[in-house]
């Protein structure tokens, strides 16, 4: 791949915040929920899940991507190709970037990524970036803020769904957008970029703990936030498969993503239920919080997913864990900027770009882990072909 080395003007605010949600009611799990008639303790179904699009998403796992074998950012799975021709214009370009955040780990390695994928295309003249900082109110404000600005396209991650919709809304009006990450509740987008999605991930982690856990065990059920499609829809798939199964889900909780939160629940459930059998997770990003509430409580650590995130696949490793982690590649990052050229010179794209979702496994955890990255990197960022990797994702030279 050739690196250009481009004039890549960045303007973003690096601070790390809490995120808002959109809250619909039926979304929002008690803290100890109630059973359901099949006494899986599962609750309600959210408003979110969609069967034919859980169905496509889980056919989508066996299906082979279209695309360069070296490249799953530039791959789509069963891509409905649309035309761009209309939005064709000459370069350079101006590209603009409304994010919802850097307030995690996983985001924060994707916008590294990003940042180096502008850099490789010598026809982007400027990249102006906003960050919302996790707040919705901002992210409308951003992107009113970024269509004054002579935007040629406009990237979204979207902060939350359905409250960002009619700004995205407004938006297409005005310039090409590109949603990725994160989806709207409007097919305005030119396309939307994403993995095969949050019903994929969860099922990926819930389907593991059918398989290990015996049955009648119970599984702790941790969350990090309502009102985010592909949050939403993770705990769905899970839900599924758990209501299938002869699994009890004790408790379903929302940790805010925070380590010690995280801990804290665990160990409440440890002491109150004695035994956790498995610990189903809708992000992995605090899984060894999670893992050390077992340490200390001087018991086994029961089946569980994660994420691939360094330190939780380094954990795996000298534990012996039996873990599986079900990924929401970072690599996801690099491919807006593609596409918002592809767009730019007219050149057709997926209307919905699914992107490959492999899975870290007990068979090739080897491959994934990286002892010269940093404890909170994620494996899957496609950056290793990057100008300035590993250095600039904080790792080191091996």
């Given at each position: 791949m050739p690196r250009h080395k481009a004039a890549v003007a960045v303007v973003a605010t690096l601070v790390l915040a809490g995120c808002t949600t959109d809250k619909p009611?039926?979304?929002?799990?008690?803290?100890?929920?109630?059973?359901?008639?099949?006494?899986?303790?599962?609750?309600?179904?959210?408003?979110f899940?969609?069967?034919a699009e859980f169905d496509a998403q889980l056919a989508m796992r066996s299906q082979t991507p279209q695309g360069p074998t070296d490249k799953p950012w530039e791959q789509a799975i069963a891509p409905k190709i649309i035309d761009t021709a209309k939005y064709k214009k000459d370069g350079p370009y101006h590209l603009c970037f409304s994010n919802a955040a850097v307030n995690n780990p996983w985001r924060q390695v994707g916008w590294k990524t990003m940042q180096a994928e502008a850099g490789l295309h010598k026809e982007i003249e400027k990249f102006t970036a906003l960050d919302a900082e996790?707040?919705?109110?901002?992210?409308?404000?951003?992107?009113?803020?970024?269509?004054?600005?002579?935007c040629d396209a406009l990237i979204v991650s979207p902060n939350t769904t359905a409250t960002l919709t009619p700004a995205v809304t407004a938006a297409c009006g005005k310039v090409p957008v590109i949603v990725f990450d994160r989806g709207v509740e409007t097919d305005c987008p030119v396309t939307f970029i994403k993995p095969i999605g949050g019903y994929?991930?969860?099922?990926?982690?819930?389907?593991?703990?059918?398989?290990?856990?015996?049955?009648g065990g119970k599984v702790l059920a941790l969350r990090i936030l309502p009102g985010v499609d592909v949050l939403e829809t993770r705990w769905s798939a899970a839900k599924v498969a758990f209501d299938k199964s002869r699994l009890q889900v004790v408790g379903v909780e929302f940790t805010d993503g925070d380590a010690a939160k995280t801990k804290s629940i665990v160990s409440d459930y440890i002491q109150r239920h004695g035994?956790?059998?498995?610990?189903?997770?809708?992000?992995?990003?605090?899984?060894v919080a999670a893992i050390e509430a077992f340490e200390d409580a001087g018991v086994p650590v029961p089946p569980i997913n994660g994420e691939d995130q360094q330190d939780f696949l380094q954990k795996w490793k000298d534990a012996g864990l039996t873990a599986v982690a079900p990924t929401y590649p970072t690599y996801q990052w690099r491919t807006p900027i593609i596409a918002a050229l592809k767009i730019l010179k007219g050149a057709e794209v997926p209307k919905m770009w699914n992107l490959p979702q492999p899975k870290v496994t007990s068979e090739n955890l080897s491959t994934y882990l990286k002892p010269n990255m940093p404890p909170l990197h994620y494996a899957l960022c496609g950056c290793e072909d990057l100008p300035g990797f590993p250095e600039a994702w904080g790792g080191k030279k091996s």
């Open positions: 009611a039926a979304t929002t799990q008690p803290a100890a929920p109630a059973a359901s008639a099949r006494g899986s303790g599962t609750g309600a179904q959210s408003k899940f969609v069967r996790g707040k919705d109110d901002k992210q409308i404000s951003d992107i009113a803020e970024l269509q004054a600005k002579g994929a991930f969860g099922a990926d982690a819930a389907e593991f703990l059918v398989e290990k856990v015996p049955a035994k956790i059998d498995g610990v189903w997770m809708d992000s992995g990003a605090t899984a």
